[in-house]
């Protein structure tokens, strides 16, 4: 969002700073003054009318002076040959030069007649010292008169985006946004309001469907159970077996999915707890169950979890490793201000374009596998639902030459 404020900006910007720039440029070469040597050979002619006319009337209405040396000041030798060009082209030459006494004062002809120096002034149309510090001074104040326009312009122009993205940010772990405030201008408003009605069906949707997964999870029980007081009479022992066996299975589905349905209600009972010893307890529990379990040292790190949640996501991440790696290795290190629990295997790990599928429900590598190890497929969603749920991530790589890892990050307490 930021890059697209400030490529609106700066598309604003030199917007306004180019016609303001090109206006100004136009302008000033449609009212500069007449060059220099375009206004001289009226200076001339004058010059000329002056010195005809010497002699003739009193001296005080003349409109130069004679003097026995040229005028002081500084030579200009810009307009001193634009003079004596103009007045070599009205007539004999003649000797001229220009000076000025000062940096904004007048320029003084002085023109050689005879033994003496006729003196007068003359216009000076050249342009105005310092002209391009004003002109810098100028195109700097547009530049930060139309930034600032521009730069607010462009915050409004993407305040619906913002408020978008905001709202994107703030989504909760279970797909629902929060409620946002109906306030600002029109555009932010109608922005506002939609998010509103799109957060209201999408939590509409999520209960929906909680509700539906736990109905049919409960449903599924009663049946379930008479179809299990019908297997026992079956005579067949291997029938009747492998009937148990697909009902212990379908059973299990349902209780995780009840489970799961529960995991994305909310976090219930946060307690400060120590990470370490929830890990060391639930790698002796799974040892005991005939589960290789290692453990390296763990640093004792504290975190805000529920304990039956978390123990319940961690223990299905080293099940996951121990059953289907031939073991799990369990380590414990702090990262900043997270703590950061790895879990090993040596198993065949999964294949790389299927990885990312992996937290999915009732999802399996090998679905030829699937009656060879227990489970309903639900427990690595689970997991990552209550570590999520505990503003933590999961995440799950390959490892070489062979294995997986699986990395939970959760924020110190």
Do not use: Y
């Not at 404020?5 to 180019?18: C, E, G």
């Not at 709202?167 to 772990?173: F, I, L, N, Q, S």
């Not at 509700?211 to 067949?236: K, N, Q, S, W």
């Amino acid at each position: 969002m930021n890059s697209l404020q400030t490529r609106i900006a700066a598309l604003l910007i030199a917007a306004i700073v180019s016609v303001v720039v090109l206006a100004s440029f136009a302008a000033t070469w449609v009212m500069q003054p007449p060059a220099p040597q375009a206004t001289m050979e009226p200076v001339a002619r004058q010059i000329r009318m002056t010195i005809a006319l010497m002699g003739h009337g009193p001296a005080q209405d003349r409109p130069g002076r004679l003097q026995a040396v040229p005028a002081g000041g500084t030579a200009d030798p810009h307009m001193t040959r634009f003079l004596q060009g103009a007045l070599r082209r009205t007539g004999a030459p003649l000797q001229a030069l220009v000076t000025r006494e000062g940096p904004r004062q007048p320029l003084t002809a002085s023109v050689r007649v005879g033994a003496q120096w006729l003196i007068l002034q003359i216009p000076d149309l050249s342009p105005p010292p310092g002209r391009w510090n004003v002109l810098a001074l100028w195109l700097s104040l547009i530049v930060a008169g139309s930034a600032a326009i521009s730069i607010h312009a462009a915050r409004r122009l993407t305040r619906p985006l913002q408020l978008i993205e905001d709202a994107v940010d703030r989504v909760g772990p279970d797909g629902t946004l929060e409620t946002i405030p109906e306030t600002g201008s029109g555009e932010v408003q109608a922005a506002a309001k939609a998010l509103n009605r799109l957060s209201r069906q999408l939590r509409g949707a999520m209960e929906s469907r909680m509700r539906l997964v736990a109905a049919a999870g409960h449903d599924l029980r009663t049946p379930m159970t008479r179809m299990r007081l019908r297997a026992e009479f079956i005579e067949d022992e291997a029938e009747r077996t492998k009937w148990l066996s697909d009902l212990e299975e379908l059973d299990m589905i349902a209780d995780s999915a009840i489970r799961l349905v529960r995991e994305e209600v909310g976090v219930d009972g946060v307690q400060v707890l120590r990470l370490d010893r929830l890990l060391l307890d639930t790698a002796a529990e799974l040892r005991a169950q005939g589960h290789a379990v290692e453990t390296a040292a763990l640093p004792p790190l504290q975190v805000s979890a529920g304990p039956i949640a978390l123990k319940r996501a961690l223990r299905n991440l080293i099940v996951n490793a121990a059953t289907h790696g031939g073991g799990a290795r369990v380590a414990l290190v702090r990262d900043g201000r997270n703590a950061v629990i790895r879990i090993e295997d040596d198993g065949p790990g999964v294949p790389p374009d299927l990885i990312e599928q992996i937290f999915e429900p009732f999802f399996r590598v090998d679905q030829a596998r699937r009656k060879s190890f227990p489970g309903a497929g639900l427990g690595m969603a689970i997991s990552r639902e209550i570590i999520e749920r505990h503003q933590g991530s999961i995440a799950v790589r390959n490892r070489q030459p062979h294995g997986l890892e699986q990395v939970c990050t959760l924020p110190c307490a």
